[in-house]
Structure formats: structure tokens, C-alpha cells
């Protein structure tokens, strides 16, 4: 049994109180600036604004979808697996060669000559994206099997280098010739980029065609890749409220002791909540790859990086603090990249992670640590 | 013979917390394992259900050796443990906290029965469906862990400390209903430290000292022991 001692303030913070209200003063004006800068921009060009606001929203929704995996993870062994943005890499990779090199997207056509050519690109894009997410599951349930779970009961960080580990594996190792080979990949598409622009009403925009000058265009890409976010948000709601594997999943976050004395298998709920987040990484990857369309080895640290910072931002452990964090980021790149420069977008996301950390360390959903007597 | 334990040696690291322990529970009986803090009462039931490794002995439950057997089988067996200090899943509402009690299970409905006779021997548990488990006070959080404990209708419920915490009316509340599921026909293995109250429902008690029983016999004969009187009861 542990006994908590109280923290007592050390001396020396007492005596620097008054630096503190420097720092919050350095992040008021920070945020002032900030809302000065859009602010202004908004005003000036509400079409670039809106425009802008798109691909941010594009981005976060693909965080979204890696973030929740960190969330649930973490939640659940309390370890940030850093392998997951190399997942969502290889959710990538499989749907390139089931497109390129197996023409899966096809199937539907190929099988019933006569079907309704969207109908069979839809059920073929469908597909190609459900085996991407198998193969991801797989790879994710191997990664724990093998990597973590022999580390359940070693201290978190053994567990941490170990993750970081992987991750490293996934990427040198794929970058292997005979694997992915390291070059960069042009991606092919299971189906064509359709765009619209917003001028009077909602047009098509025509193929070899530009949109025309001040019109807020999006894409096909942009409402599939909402749409499977807010899908898999809904899932996932829905499985961790009703059913229940899903309560066990928050029983086992919150004692993994006491599940086990419900006769919860705690390790096949930990498999079960690694493959759930994979799936999700897995969907992430593809349609990343399909938005972005160039693949190589390395894609996921970045994504898989600012969708932790994501996570933190909402609050590790926090279903919809994983959302909203991931909202948050893909904003704040995009409007990085539209107002200041491209290079600075990485910049700005591990910024926020820093402040994040400096000023509600338990991000915004999250809660202080309990104290357990 | 429903639940035979037979010479447990049990280590924390180097730590030797039970010495040697053998006891067992016949079918509708209330055993007690009473003693001071740090004697190995919670060890022991910790290592029956599944959760701590004995490196002798064996634990037979039905007449089949369950020793060292993995938690979730030993659930399914039908022995059920609620631990020290409750452990209720404070972020999950009452209802989801039962539910999880019934991990093992499968048939809704039988499952909704159950809940029923749970809410039956405590009507504030209904009362309470949609709280979330931390929000409830302790005593209705020990009612809550024992109800979950019932959902998995074990046949050997083991209870680690039930008063512990809780107000003498509330204490007397919890020990009534603990002899009321004994008499609906299952069988307690109970470890406390208030011995007063554990040796007035029990039928036979065993005394636990660093780690080895150093007395046994009914719950009667126990109490009117000179050394129990004057060590546990303050007599």
C-alpha cells in the first residue's frame, strides 16, 4: 500500500510567482496575435479564409482518425504507442498495391461485367479500404504480441523505448528494396478526384479546367474523408457506451485489477483495443494517400506525430478530446501554411504541443491525475 | 468440500506473506479469516481468485485443483471475488459496473434477472442506475461491489473488508445482507477486521498472524477464545 505525501510548494516557486503572470501574459498576447492574424485575413478574404478553413478541416479529420488510436491506447495500457503513425503507413502501402498492383478496386467490374460502373467503383474503393484496415489490425495485434506485451509489468518507459522501437523498425525496414522499396511512391487512386467550387451555387469543376479566380472549391476526397471520420467517431461511440467489449474497455482503463476479477480477459481486451485503433489508423492511411497521392516509408511520423500532439491536446485517454484536439491541429497547420509559410507548419503543431503541456498539461477534456490512497 | 486450500506459500518478491495456510469452506457455510493488518488475509484471497501465485500447495474448489489457475477461469467457475476497498469502476455508471459483474455470462435476459434479485437485496443500487459509480458514497459503493460480485451468481462469494470505511448502521446494514445471500444459498469466504461483527454471522472463523492460522475452529468457540477476546474483540 502507498501513502501519498502531500506536495508541498517549494520554496523557491512561491518566490517567483510574479514570472508567472509573465508567462501568461507572453500567451495572452500570443493568442491575441493570433486572432489578430485570422481576424484580419478573414475580413480581407473571406473566400481564401474559407478555402483554407477546408484543407484544415481535410487534415484534422485525418488526425482524428489516428489520434483516437494513441487515446485508446494510452487509456487503456497507459503507453503512447509510437508505432501508430507507421501503421497508418502501412494502411497506406496495402491499399497501393491492392490498387496498383492487384486492381482490387475492380473487382466489381470484373466480376459482373454488366454492373453500374459508379456502383462497382464504389464497392471496389470500399473494399480496397476494408482489406487495408484487416491487414493493419493484423500487423497491430502482432506488433503488441510480440513487442509490448511481454512489457506489460515493466516500468512504462522500457515499454515507451520499445514503441519507438517499432516504429523504427516499421520505417527502415519497409524502406527496404524488397519490402516498399524507399522512394517515393505515386499513388494511384481507386477512383477519380472529383472537384466542385462554391460561386453562386455548387458547380462542377470541369476536368483540365481551373476553378475560376475568388471560389472556394473542395473535393469528392474532402466529404469521403469526413464522412468515414464522423463515421468511425459514431462507432466508436457507440461500442465504448454500449456494448460490451466496450465497457470492458473502459473497465480495464480504470482498474485492469479489478476487470480481471470480473473475469474480463484484460490481455484480449488490450489486443482488442490495439486492433480497433489500427483499423482506424488503417482507414487513415488510405485515404491520406488518396488526398495526398505520393507515398513513401516515412509518411506516417509526421501525421502520426501531430495527431499524438492532437491527443494531447484534447487530453490523452479522452474519445472526444481526441476529435476536437485533432480539429484543432489540422486548423492550425492549415492556416500556417495559408498565412505564414508551408515550412512552418511543423513547427506551429509541436509548438502547440509545448504549450499544451506549459499550460493545462492534462489537455481539455482531460482531467488531474486521481489520487489513488 | 467446496473450496479446499491446502498449504499456501505466497511471496511478494522476497517478502514470504503466507506461511504454510490450509483451510477450506464447506457448501453454505460463512467462513471468516480474521487478524490484524499485514497478516495475509487479503493475500489469500487474492491468490484463490486468481490474481497472486502460490509456489506450494493447492487450492481445490469442487473437488477440482484450481491452483494458479488464470482470474477470468476461475469467475467462470463460479467463485467471485469483491475486493479491499471496492474497486468499483468509478467512471462507469452503476448499471455498466453490474453489467461488467456479468462478464462471463452471455444470456441477456438471464443477465436482467440477476440484476433484478441484485436490486432486490439493494433497492438503492436501483435507485442509482445511471450515477456513475464514483459519484456514489461509500457505502452504496460497497453495496455496488458486492451486487457486482453477484452477478456472475457465484456459488463461493469472496468478501475482502466489507465495512471497511463505513458507519456502524451502515456496517450492520451490509452484514444482514451478507447473511441474507448466504441464506439464499451461497457459500462466503469472508476476511475482516472488525471481528466482532465478522464472528457474530459466521459459522466458523479462522485467525490469521503474519502470514499462518493460529487458531480455527467455530465461529463460537473462536470468539470465546481468551486470546481472540483480549487481541481482536478488546474484551
Known amino acids: ?373 | 468440500m467446496l473450496l479446499e486450500v491446502h498449504n499456501l506459500n505466497v511471496y511478494y518478491g522476497a517478502i514470504h506473506a503466507l506461511q504454510g495456510i490450509s483451510f477450506h469452506v464447506e457448501e453454505g457455510e460463512i467462513v471468516t479469516l480474521i487478524g490484524a493488518n499485514g497478516a495475509g488475509k487479503s493475500t489469500t484471497l487474492r491468490t484463490i481468485s486468481g490474481l497472486l501465485r502460490t509456489r506450494t500447495g493447492y487450492i481445490r474448489y469442487k473437488g477440482r485443483d484450481i491452483t494458479n489457475t488464470p482470474a477470468q477461469e476461475i469467475v467462470k467457475m463460479g467463485i467471485s471475488h469483491v475486493p479491499e476497498g471496492r474497486k468499483i469502476f468509478a467512471p462507469l455508471t452503476v448499471r455498466e459496473n453490474l453489467l461488467m459483474g456479468a462478464y462471463t455470462r452471455n444470456d441477456p435476459n438471464e443477465i436482467q434477472r440477476t440484476m433484478e434479485r441484485v436490486f432486490a437485496s439493494f433497492p438503492r443500487l436501483k435507485e442509482r442506475i445511471n450515477q456513475l459509480g464514483g459519484t456514489l458514497s461509500g457505502g452504496e459503493q460497497q453495496m455496488l461491489a458486492m451486487g457486482r460480485g453477484l452477478m456472475s451468481r457465484p456459488t463461493l462469494l469472496l468478501l475482502d473488508e466489507p465495512s471497511m470505511g463505513l458507519s456502524p448502521i451502515l456496517v450492520e446494514e451490509i452484514f444482514r445482507i451478507i447473511q441474507e445471500i448466504n441464506q439464499q444459498g451461497t457459500s462466503i469466504l469472508l476476511v475482516e477486521q472488525n471481528a466482532h461483527m465478522a464472528l457474530s454471522i459466521a459459522h466458523r472463523a479462522y485467525v490469521l498472524e503474519t502470514g499462518r492460522i493460529v487458531l480455527s475452529g467455530t465461529a463460537k468457540e473462536v470468539a470465546e477464545n481468551p486470546m481472540v477476546k483480549a487481541a481482536y474483540l478488546g474484551v
Open chain 1, 1 to 373: 500500500m502507498q501513502t501519498a505525501q502531500a506536495p508541498s510548494t517549494p520554496v523557491i516557486y512561491q518566490q517567483r510567482q510574479p514570472l508567472i503572470w509573465v508567462g501568461r501574459g507572453f500567451f495572452i498576447l500570443l493568442g491575441l496575435v493570433v486572432a489578430y492574424i485570422l481576424g484580419t485575413n478573414l475580413i480581407k478574404n473571406p473566400t481564401l479564409f474559407a478555402q483554407i478553413f477546408i484543407s484544415g478541416l481535410q487534415l484534422g479529420f485525418v488526425y482524428a482518425m489516428i489520434a483516437l488510436g494513441y487515446t485508446m491506447v494510452y487509456g487503456i495500457v497507459k503507453l503512447i504507442n509510437f508505432a501508430h503513425g507507421d501503421v497508418f503507413m502501412v494502411g497506406a502501402f496495402a491499399s497501393y498495391y491492392a490498387v496498383a498492383k492487384y486492381r482490387l478496386h475492380q473487382w466489381p467490374a470484373s466480376a459482373f461485367p454488366g454492373i453500374n460502373p459508379t456502383l462497382s467503383v464504389l464497392i471496389g474503393s470500399i473494399t480496397v479500404i476494408l482489406l487495408s484496415m484487416l491487414v493493419c489490425v493484423i500487423l497491430a495485434i502482432t506488433i503488441e504480441r510480440v513487442a509490448y506485451k511481454p512489457l506489460r509489468d515493466a516500468p512504462r518507459i522500457s515499454a515507451l523505448i520499445t514503441a519507438i522501437g517499432v516504429s523504427f523498425f516499421l520505417e527502415f525496414y519497409g524502406a527496404l528494396n524488397f519490402v516498399f522499396s524507399p522512394r517515393f511512391i505515386p499513388y494511384e487512386r481507386p477512383f477519380e478526384v472529383v472537384a466542385w467550387y462554391i460561386k453562386n451555387g455548387i458547380h462542377l469543376v470541369m476536368p483540365g479546367q481551373q476553378a475560376p479566380e475568388n471560389s472556394v472549391t473542395f473535393s469528392n476526397i474532402f466529404l469521403i474523408i469526413i464522412g468515414v471520420s464522423v463515421l468511425i467517431q459514431l462507432f466508436l461511440q457507440y461500442l465504448v457506451r454500449r456494448t460490451k467489449i466496450g465497457i470492458a474497455m473502459r473497465a480495464c482503463s480504470y482498474d485492469r485489477q479489478a476487470a480481471r476479477l470480473m473475469g474480463i480477459d484484460v490481455d484480449r481486451v488490450i489486443s482488442f483495443t490495439f486492433a480497433v485503433g489500427a483499423a482506424f489508423a488503417g482507414a487513415g492511411g488510405v485515404l491520406y494517400a488518396i488526398a495526398y497521392s505520393l507515398i513513401w516509408t516515412q509518411l506516417g511520423i509526421l501525421p502520426g506525430l501531430k495527431a499524438f500532439v492532437a491527443a494531447v491536446l484534447g487530453g490523452i485517454g479522452s474519445i472526444p478530446g481526441a476529435l476536437v484536439g485533432a480539429l484543432i491541429m489540422g486548423q492550425a497547420e492549415a492556416m500556417t501554411m495559408g498565412y505564414i509559410s508551408t515550412p512552418m507548419r511543423d513547427a506551429v503543431a509541436f509548438t502547440i504541443l509545448i504549450i499544451v503541456l506549459l499550460l493545462r498539461p492534462t489537455g481539455i477534456f482531460g482531467e488531474p491525475e486521481k489520487e489513488k490512497a
